[in-house]
């Protein structure tokens, strides 16, 4: 009777489990909030572009998932799953404090704040390795099996809900953070976003060191992965020093130095792993969900006006945990049978299928920017096209017997623009101008003057025209020509245009009309008189502190604009011109690609593991599922690849990575047909 009390107090649910599942919720939520944030940050308080910026984040990512390999050596070979928990912690929540103090560091140089950052992002990828591969496992070692298998599906299922419970909060409430809170004389708060998980993070470790006692801590065990590797070095070396003939599989060359289940075991591991070889594709296309679709995003309104609240650009990311818990559940219940009854029902067919909702998902955020960038100038072969900008207070006459000018007319203000065929290279085009009596003081009515224009062939070249003086008027050419390529992420692009009565050193500046943004623009910004880079939102015109009688300008993704200013004493007028107008499309337009890219990862996700766990020899498991989350690294890295290439058009990158992932499925549809389980007597696995 005692001895059945004991067993069965020691199968009661190990207390330990919660104090595991609380690291891991920490972690992940550190994690979520972390990417999240990453790309916002980089580009819009550390300056990165949109492609330095990617490269950044995903060579990011790519540490954190090849770490694990490093990671579960340490543990299962050295110090233990607990030691490492501890150690990997610690390094995770002092990245994320450096990572914070860069935020703050405004005293120090942009350069530094860069270099502080990325090293604490260098340092957090080193502490993710050690947790992702041990964490989960470490909860498994506080069962005891076989008897107590019930209860260790009952933490697999807690521990997978925590994961997106933890990601599910940190992805809406670390840009709520980040947006809705002013510091630093900043409309964001980055220092909050990544401060909260790193205190969360030391929190974690507190807590979890605190139940030392009650932990089933197992020792290190002879490290397998290293005898793996060692069986397939062994074998080569052997191959290529030998003249002995080939055996029948070239591994068989290891036999003798390791034993028969060694090199079956191994044998099995690679063809395992072969099949790996079409996952990093896959995982391109869905880490860029806090990249490339997170900088989409900033061109699209994300304002719900029944609500009163604004979607952030990095909000939309909660979509994964939030649709990846429903579709977790719906699936085994729903989805899968409705799959196995038109025969998709084995894991790689499976893995095909979700291949092909991913290409699906880039083929709609191909589509999507293209509709965010909107119209382009194409100026017709032979051709070359002149833009005239009147910046005076008075009409303007223009005259010319080479160009065909339907309203010979400038008003004040205004513009007028012409095509001409281009009969050599540049060609030189004389006009006359004639002026009205106001336009100039001491001169003739109708006053003209000559003077001419270049055409150039395949461009748009503008003319500016304005006072120097009272008495002196002057045709400005502005820049060689006017440079119509839309920026790779859609930003607008902003130019003004000035007369003598201003200098770079007058208080005139764009103001965002939005109370929750600091964002402004300053006509030193714009000397030279180019198109300059600028936000989407709208803006307010000030002058010596003081807005002007004007309406807000709205500015546009994907638009190049052109601002002209004039002032006669305290008579100040503004005017706008667009070209190559954009849309400003609503941010839940994403859905689709969401949808079908978070469907395919609910599928990719589970059953790649199932596949690996599966399919691997029994002694080998930990080492095929590291390098399945090898797999992941790898797909980053293709993104920081492909970055490096910075394709101009973003929206043909996008239909780039869809080609890409039709060829992948094709591949997994290749495997689904040849490869043979190693269960297939007993399962159809495959």
């Known amino acids: ?157 807690v521990f997978l809900f925590i994961v997106s419970v933890g990601a599910l909060i940190s992805t809406f409430l670390t840009p709520e953070l980040r947006h809705s809170v002013h510091c630093l ?75 028969e289940t060694e090199v079956s075991e191994t044998r099995t591991s690679l063809n395992v792993i072969s099949v790996f070889v079409a996952y990093p594709v896959f995982w391109s296309l869905f880490a860029q969900q806090s990249s490339r679709w997170t900088l989409q995003a900033m061109l699209m309104n994300g304002r719900v006006d029944f609500l009163g609240w604004t979607i952030k650009p990095d909000q939309m990311q909660i979509l994964t945990p939030l649709l990846g818990l429903t579709l977790l559940v719906l699936f085994d219940v729903v989805f899968y049978p409705l799959l196995a009854m038109v025969g998709v029902q084995k894991p790689l067919q499976k893995l095909t299928f979700a291949g092909a909702l991913a290409v699906i998902a880039f083929v709609f955020t191909a589509l999507l920017q293209f509709k965010i960038f909107g119209n382009t100038t194409e100026i017709p072969s032979g051709q070359g096209r002149l833009n005239i900008y009147n910046g005076l207070d008075c009409n303007v006459s223009v005259r010319s017997r080479s160009l065909h000018l339907q309203d010979n007319i400038i008003g004040p203000l205004e513009m007028i623009n012409a095509s001409r065929p281009v009969l050599s290279r540049d060609d030189v085009v004389d006009i006359s101008l004639g002026f009205e009596t106001e336009c100039l003081l001491s001169v003739p009515d109708n006053y003209e003057f000559d003077t001419t224009v270049t055409i150039t062939e395949g461009v748009e070249i503008s003319y500016h025209l304005f006072r120097i003086n009272p008495n002196t008027i002057k045709l400005n050419r502005i820049d060689t020509h006017d440079s119509l390529v839309k920026e790779k992420f859609g930003n607008p692009k902003l130019r003004i245009l000035i007369d003598h009565t201003f200098d770079f050193d007058d208080n005139i500046t764009l103001v965002s009309a939005d109370q929750n943004s600091f964002t402004s623009y300053p006509l030193s910004s714009f000397r030279g008189m180019n198109y300059n880079v600028v936000k989407v939102g709208k803006y307010n015109v000030f002058f010596n502190g003081k807005i002007l009688t004007t309406s807000i300008i709205d500015i546009l993704p994907a638009t190049f604009y052109t601002i002209t200013l004039q002032r006669n004493g305290d008579k100040m007028d503004v005017r706008l011109f667009t070209k190559d107008e954009g849309n400003y499309i609503h941010i839940l337009w994403q859905l689709p690609q969401y949808f079908c890219m978070i469907t395919a990862d609910a599928i990719f996700a589970v059953t790649t593991a199932e596949f690996a766990f599966t399919e691997a020899p029994i002694n080998l498991k930990s080492f095929i599922s590291a390098v399945n989350l090898l797999t992941m690294a790898l797909g980053n890295l293709l993104v920081v690849l492909i970055s490096t290439i910075s394709i101009k058009n973003q929206a043909n990158e996008f239909l780039m990575y869809s080609g890409l992932m039709l060829a992948d499925t094709m591949l997994l549809a290749y495997f689904a047909v040849v490869y043979r389980s190693k269960n297939a007597n007993t399962t159809d696995a495959t």
């Not at 990572?99 to 993710?128: E, H, P, R």
């Not at 009650?214 to 065990?221: A, D, L, R």
């Not at 793996?228 to 290529?240: E, H, N, V």
């Open 1 to 157: 009777m005692d001895l059945r009390s004991n067993q069965k107090e020691k199968l009661k649910y190990p207390k330990s489990i919660y104090l595991i599942v609380f690291i891991e919720f920490c972690e992940r939520f550190s994690t979520y909030g972390l990417r999240s944030a990453l790309v916002l940050y980089l580009t819009t308080i550390l300056k990165f572009n949109g492609d330095d910026s990617t490269i950044i984040y995903h060579s990011f990512i790519f540490l954190a998932n090849i770490m694990p390999l490093p990671g579960a050596i340490l543990a299962d070979s050295y110090l233990g799953k607990f030691k490492t928990i501890i150690c990997s912690s610690t390094a995770y929540a002092l990245g994320g404090a450096v990572l914070t103090g860069a935020s703050m560091a405004d005293i120090f140089s942009l350069d530094f704040q860069k270099i502080v950052a990325v090293f604490g992002l260098f340092i957090i990828s080193i502490g993710t390795g050690g947790i992702k591969p041990c964490v989960f496992a470490f909860g498994g070692d506080q069962f005891q099996l076989p008897q107590q298998k019930k209860q260790l599906l009952h933490y697999t299922t």
């Open 185 to 259: 004389g900043r409309d964001t708060c980055f220092p909050l976003a990544f401060g909260v998980p790193a205190l969360l993070m030391f929190t974690a470790i507190v807590v979890f060191v605190s139940g030392k006692s009650i932990y089933v801590n197992k020792k290190p065990e002879r490290n397998i992965i290293a005898k793996t590797f060692g069986c397939i070095f062994y074998a080569i070396r052997t191959k290529m020093t030998t003249s002995v003939p080939c055996q029948t599989h070239w591994l068989d060359n290891a036999k003798g130095a390791y034993t």
